[in-house]
DNA sequence: CGTATTATTGACCACTCTCAAAAAACGTGG
DNA sequence: CCACGTTTTTTGAGAGTGGTCAATAATACG
């Protein structure tokens, strides 16, 4: 099956008529805080898409033709080297972008965890509006550097911590995106084992391992492989921060 | 020593009268592109400075007053965990840009390594700028892209490289950016063992063994501590990129 | 030239990986 | 709904890459 990136287009808006109205994303979505008219000018350029987990959306090096964003769902991003090793880059979540790319070829490989709703912007018709909406560029600014910034403390964390203090790392990171709002100890888990190896520069045995360690000392619940319940975040930051 | 982002600026401009005239960057200059008037509005907003190696330039949390581009030397950002554990996410030279951050606050320490001379852009004044010239806020989108694509290449390295493809990989890169151009197969090593050690997520006793095997197996000359020559640039490459 | 710093080399060890097997979870069809 | 096969996760034993500690060598600097 061909990545998903040169599909061609669905709908370009609801049945509603309401531009974005399948998109209740608040002050993280891509179009906040834009003018009504250029809210129209962006819905004007994008399609929509569903993908089922498990999806390729595009791989390293196809011709960046598209930016996404995601409205409901999960994704990862990863590189390979030639003997199969991975190395995931990001998981991302609702309110996040990428695809972004310089010289023509995407730097790495996109591909659903979970069912996902995603927006697609053609980058030749998003380049134009950019000039028009100097709001949306600033945005793209800002999301870039949010996004070198995630990139530089995964470095930190890839090399200089512990297997205890990567895992530890994740748990708290995934919590304060995902749980922190809500109010909720419990956090789902859309990856696999080895993509949180791959995520963390691990091997599935040290992830398992580990989390079963954490377990035993009291600092979380495992209801099962997807879910983790954070019973102590503080001692779990500690260890995070390698205190 | 307080870190140099407080301190006062020096003169805007040489005495030569000729805007950037102290910078020969060609096209990898802030300015490149843009019209005189352009490069005019941008000079009276900059202030130049020239460190010594060893400064630090600003610490990470500091108030990010400025974004720095480097015109001559070398510059080493760092994160830092409590207990003094470094990992040096980025090694800079002249046409780099740092200091790009969100929130306030630098994600990281910038320090010289060898005597350096920079282009300092207040912030506040920077962003105003940025709305009246396009040109440059694309420039600097594009930069930060390309920062990005970096640190997901150095993600993998840390993550799933080993010892020897790491010191491999940091050859043929540091080459490919300070030599391929002038055609020499020398290179200048600007930072410590130490500072390679940190950047490579491995010890100075691991980053000096590789060289050294390096070395015994043909592939690179050490004439001093401080220069490597690369002699087999083809299997360097193929070692780096795990075949 | 002497001292301090940095780099190299050596011996040993531990954290994490590899290989292997058991257990659990999942999906499918009867 | 349960039996079956498949996949994923967990657990165990042993090994190896790279780390730690220590000593020597080389270099930089006053």
Redesign the interface.
Known sequence: MPPLDTAAERDKSDASGAPCAHCDMGEQAFCHGLSPEDVRRLVAILGTAGVVAGTTIFREGDPALNLYSISAGAVK?Y?L???G???I?AFLFPGDYFG???QGGY??TAEAMADTSLCRFPRRKLDLL??EI?KL??R???A??????C??????L????TAREKVASFLAGLWQRLCAKAGTSQIFLPMSRSDIA?Y??LTIETVSRTLTSFKKEGLVSLPDASHVVIRDRETLVRIA???
Do not use: W
């Open positions: 991003l590189k080297l030639s003997d090793r991975r190395q880059t972004l790319s310089l730097a790495y950019l000039d100097p560029e600033k793209l600014l800002g870039t550097i949010h996004e070198l910034t990139a530089q403390d995964q470095m930190l890839l090399g200089r911590k791959d963390l520069g921060e390698g205190g």
